[in-house]
């Protein structure tokens, strides 16, 4: 029974890293999208103002 307890903690934490590797990925696109969308809205206003300007 201990050796099967010890097993399972082993999964339980290689499942909690994983998903917080997960999690850290998924954070950083959602930055990484949130910074390209913001470039690509000023560089939007820039082209407004030199065409329509």
Known sequence: ???GMLLFREKTILAEQSLSRRRFADDLMGEMS???HFDFASNQREIN???HG
């Open 1 to 3: 029974v201990h050796r």
């Open 34 to 36: 949130k910074a390209t």
């Open 49 to 51: 103002t030199l065409t």
